[in-house]
């Protein structure tokens, strides 16, 4: 009946906005102000871009999303989730690991995320922190679902996302942004990229955001102690980027970038904060794919984490805290190199190298009384990953592409310590200092592809990769409500073997069809499997396996409005667990069976409309699949307004049907949840 309801406010609300719309006067093209804009390229991956296997999302687009977080923007896509169902507005930190879908969700993301090329996964955890990104900083996203080694020569075990700065690739500019809402005080920033010569560029951006946030509770099972997930992130970014010689194809750029989150985690005791700093330098050669190019990026991250985790009563009218993180702090430096030779007309070859070195560690107090912890523990160690990855690109025939690639990694883990002492006397309660580790894979990508025409592309695959358990995993436990994760010094490295299969086609009335199926069988999985009541730790599973089918399509229906729709089938199963015999033939947590998307998108000469729509089917919250989540529908829209050529009024509407998503479920029965109905309104001014 809900679900009704829902979908009867939806038509009403696209019919009524849609004749509003169509009411608008229209102006001919030739009574539009003519403007010539010179646009750099889009920004492509560096090894060559696929259209069969890859999502691409335009700056425009990101820009009139209705979604105010990045991460809620490319939830459209039905492949990508997040740990769990919430937002990055309510969600914790450590559950903002990303995956795409194909081999299941994991806290430390089992997706590799670049910005402009680097790596951004949290070095100490593997999550990504969404609220740093602004999908209006952005020029482009590049979504890849395959796993192993990627068109930017980077392994990953789910796919690739990556991100393209604004600053680097649009026109020069300066663009200012303020807006507000019920549950966003208010959101302020400002962007440029200038360029005073030929060959210097200057680029950043800077900008506050605060999130009042909403409760994660299920109203009625709220207390004394409940409160909103909040959020507030201050972030900065400048660059400079310099050609070595007028119209010459080396480049050099110097970047820094920082960043500074506080959280309400919604009770009054649990908060979270999180600081980030980083460095970068580049000495790049740019070139088109008929001569050689090269990139070399030096790179320096520096994060601290603090978190407190609390134990609540039944009637929900008091908290006393259980853990305190109050320091977690890690670094990584890394350097990479890439570069691309044109090999006579029919070869491109691709080679590299990389290497990063991690360090990082955790100091909580616990084991509290009457508010004061009488127990210490410090857990943590260090890391070094180096790979060297060729990658060949034959045009084998006029109609026919083959690629082939490996790369080989070698993870080294040194320096594991866990400590707990009690903090009155310094007696020590444990002391455990695991063997140093040295692990090395090798990973493989081979594909064909077959191009008969310009609108007919199929694409077949075959993919190895792997995963490394990160600091966090290794050595820092947690707690969500009353269920207590240890941590696992022993784990293994994920690995993955898959193929996939894509197909492109355009109709003669330029709809634009894409289909793929894909298999996926990861071993040693790492999940959080149940060991006791409330009680859960780390631990490699045998293997599970992904199948399923995805498609999307985007069809022009007017000069004016366009659609677009994608669907994801998926089944993902625990296949081979020795250690947790029960778990077999159960589904993976948080990946639905079905999930689809709608979108219609209107332009005309002053007013853009966007309205989308998310549904995902039942899930499960827990290893055993006894906690089931319920299925969603969410729907969002937006409508911006151009007062003139500079400046734009735009308001958005999110979870327009105020759908209730559930995002946790405990044996207690208490039901997190996420997102409610949110609005907001502001105006962009460029100068």
């Known amino acids: 009946m809900k679900a009704r309801r829902s979908l009867a406010i939806v038509t009403l609300f696209l019919t009524f906005t849609g004749s509003q719309i169509h009411a608008l006067p229209i102006s001919e093209p030739n009574e539009l102000p003519e403007t010539v804009v010179i646009a750099p390229p889009l920004p492509a991956p560096f090894f060559g871009s696929d259209p069969t296997r890859e999502t691409i999302l335009s700056g425009d687009l990101l820009r009139t999303n209705p979604a105010s977080t990045l991460d809620n923007a490319l939830r459209q896509q039905p492949g990508f989730r997040l740990f769990r169902r919430t937002d990055s507005i309510g969600a914790h930190p450590t559950t903002q690991g990303v995956s795409l879908g194909n081999v299941g969700p994991n806290g430390a993301s089992r997706t590799t995320v670049l910005q402009d090329g680097i790596p951004i996964n949290d070095p100490f ?157 580049r000495l790049d050669r740019v070139s088109s794919r008929d001569d050689w190019s090269m990139e070399n990026i030096l790179f320096h991250q520096e994060r601290r984490f603090a978190s407190t985790f609390t134990a609540v009563t039944p009637d929900r009218s008091a908290e006393s805290l259980t853990l305190d993180q109050h320091s977690v702090p890690s670094r990584s430096t890394g350097f990479i190199q890439r570069i691309r030779i044109p090999l006579g007309e029919s070869h491109q070859l691709g080679a590299g190298w990389d290497t990063r070195f991690i360090s990082g560690a955790t100091h909580e107090h616990f084991f509290f009384e009457d508010g004061i912890p009488l127990r210490e523990r410090s857990a943590g160690g260090r890391q070094r990953q180096t790979g060297l990855f060729l990658l060949d690109t034959w045009k084998a025939a006029q109609t026919w592409t083959l690629e082939a690639g490996a790369r080989l990694d070698q993870m080294n883990q040194s320096r594991g310590a866990l400590l707990e002492t009690v903090r009155a006397s310094g007696a020590v309660l444990k002391q455990e200092r695991p063997p140093e580790r040295s692990d090395i894979h090798p990973t493989t990508r081979l594909s064909a592809r077959w191009q008969p025409t310009d609108r007919l592309a199929w694409r077949c695959d075959f993919h190895t990769g792997v995963r490394f358990p990160t600091l966090n995993e290794l050595y820092r436990p947690f707690r969500v409500g009353s269920v207590t994760t240890a941590a696992n010094a022993a784990l293994r490295a994920e690995e993955v073997r898959g193929v996939s299969s894509g197909i492109s086609f355009t109709l003669p009335d330029q709809t634009q069809l894409h289909a793929r199926f894909f298999f996926d069988r990861v071993t040693h999985a790492i999940a959080n499997v149940t060991t006791g009541p409330n009680t859960l730790q780390r631990r490699n599973l045998d293997a599970t396996e992904a199948r399923g089918l995805e498609f999307r399509a985007t069809r022009q229906m007017t000069t004016h409005v366009t659609f677009e729709s994608a669907y994801a089938l998926t089944e993902a199963t625990v296949t081979q667990s020795r250690q947790a015999p029960r778990l077999v033939g159960r589904s993976l947590p948080q990946v639905p069976s079905h999930a689809a998307s709608l979108a219609v998108r209107a332009r005309f000469e002053r007013v853009e409309w966007t309205t989308q729509g998310r549904w995902n089917s039942a899930s499960w919250d827990d290893d055993l699949n006894q906690m089931r989540l319920n299925p969603f529908l969410c729907i969002d829209s937006r409508l911006d307004y151009h007062l003139g050529p500079r400046t734009t009024l735009y308001t958005s509407l999110e979870n327009l049907t105020a759908t209730e998503i559930m995002t946790r479920r405990e044996s207690s029965g208490l039901i997190g949840i996420a997102t409610p109905r949110m609005w907001s309104a502001g105006i962009r001014h460029d100068f």
Request: avoid cysteine; aromatic fraction near 10%; proline fraction near 6%.
């Open 125 to 281: 955890g593997g999550w990504v922190p969404w609220t740093r990104y602004r999908a209006s900083d952005l020029a482009q996203i590049t979504l890849l679902p395959d796993g192993g080694l990627s068109p930017w020569g980077t392994p990953s075990l789910g796919g690739t996302i990556a991100l393209e700065s604004r600053g680097l690739h649009d026109n020069p500019f300066l663009s200012t942004s303020i807006a507000s809402g019920n549950r966003m005080p208010y959101d302020a920033s400002v962007a440029f990229a200038a360029q005073p010569t030929s060959g210097t560029r200057w680029f950043g951006s800077l900008g506050k955001t605060d999130f009042s946030g909403y409760p994660v509770l299920r109203i009625g099972q709220r207390g004394l102690v409940d409160t909103n997930a909040s959020v507030t992130t201050s972030r900065f970014d400048f660059g400079l980027r310099n050609t070595l010689h007028p119209n010459g194809p080396w480049q050099t750029s110097l970047r820094v970038q920082g960043w500074d989150e506080q959280r309400g985690n919604g009770t009054t005791l649990t908060t979270n904060r999180s600081r980030a700093l980083d460095l970068s330098a």
